[in-house]
């Protein structure tokens, strides 16, 4: 009796430590499935880029004050990337923009520079998702940039948070 006792707990314990490996195994999964951020053969671009996710996430996040210290530091770092002049100007207004709605409007022509940008450079590693949202701007539509396929809406925050679509996988 003691005999089977034993042999049950010790399939019982095995069984519990199979388990907790193998839920260790999915977190790993999930990890691997995660993409890095996109690494830009110019030092100076890949910069700007990370200024520009920066922005986009307190866009999404519906930080005005957030979003306009990323736009800030995304026009400084404009200044030092090649055919950056007209981004550099966008972003200066959605820095200069008081309210949330004024920032995501100027958020629209920043996203349209930006993407002409990164199309123009190249990446060594990584892709960069051009999304787009038909309804943003009153219906006119937006555009912007992510290192991810799943849609996070800078134009409508939590309110609309998955509205959109992947246009474009820049490589």
């Not at 930080?63 to 100007?89: I, M, N, P, R, Y």
Request: glycine share 6%; proline share 2%; charged share 25%.
């Amino acid at each position: 009796m003691k005999k089977t006792t034993l042999i049950v707990c010790m399939t019982l314990i095995s069984w519990g430590a199979f388990a907790q490996h193998d839920h260790s195994n999915h977190d790993d999964k999930k990890e691997m499935d995660q993409k890095a951020e996109p690494t830009f053969k110019d030092k100076n671009t890949g910069i700007a880029y990370g200024h520009y996710i920066h922005l986009k996430e307190a866009l999404v996040a519906s930080k005005t004050d957030e979003a306009k210290k990323a736009a800030t530091k995304l026009e400084a770092s404009l200044g030092t990337v090649s055919k950056g002049e007209k981004a550099k100007t966008e972003a200066a207004k959605v820095s200069a923009a008081s309210t949330l709605d004024a920032q995501r409007k100027a958020f629209t022509a920043l996203s349209n520079e930006m993407a002409t940008l990164v199309k123009g450079s190249t990446l060594t590693s990584g892709e960069v998702y051009l999304e787009y949202c038909p309804m943003a701007n009153k219906n006119t539509g937006g555009y912007w940039l992510s290192n991810q396929k799943e849609i996070k809406n800078p134009y409508f925050g939590d309110r609309m948070l998955k509205c959109g679509s992947v246009k474009e996988i820049i490589h």
